[in-house]
């Protein structure tokens, strides 16, 4: 007997913001696939979702009970995630000159950051 196994679509996107990217960086993100989203402040690469963010866009990761409603990522949204859902996940609220970086109550997506 042989081992069945399935995988299911994962609810996950990545996401790397950079204030400063050099060619070199983005040549290598290209490589393995990621989207670049260039705005007046900032360079947004993306990755696992299901189409290109845009400026006024929002991109989620994770699931989230919205008032009853189950929501799963990864997606682009039009507008985001209520602060109050439970679960696990993020979101990235894009704008021309900055973004903002929202997650579930208990951190339990956690966000890595740093300078460099």
Not at 24 to 33: C, I, P
Not at 46 to 53: A, G, K, R
Not at 74 to 97: F, H, K, N, Q, T
Not at 107 to 116: C, E, L, Q, T, V
């Amino acid at each position: 007997m042989g081992l069945d196994f399935s995988s299911a679509r994962s609810c996950r996107g990545d996401f790397l913001i950079a204030q400063n990217a050099t060619e070199g960086t983005a040549s290598a993100l290209r490589g393995l696939g990621v989207r670049s989203l260039i705005t007046r402040a900032y360079t947004l690469y993306s990755m696992n979702f299901p189409e290109p963010p845009t400026i006024g866009s929002t991109i989620f990761s994770g699931i989230a009970n919205n008032n009853g409603r189950i929501v799963t990522g990864p997606s682009v949204r039009a507008a985001p995630i209520p602060l109050g859902s439970s679960g696990e996940w993020y979101a990235v609220s894009i704008g021309d000159s900055g973004a903002k970086v929202t997650t579930d109550a208990l951190g339990m997506a956690p966000i890595f950051h740093g300078r460099g």
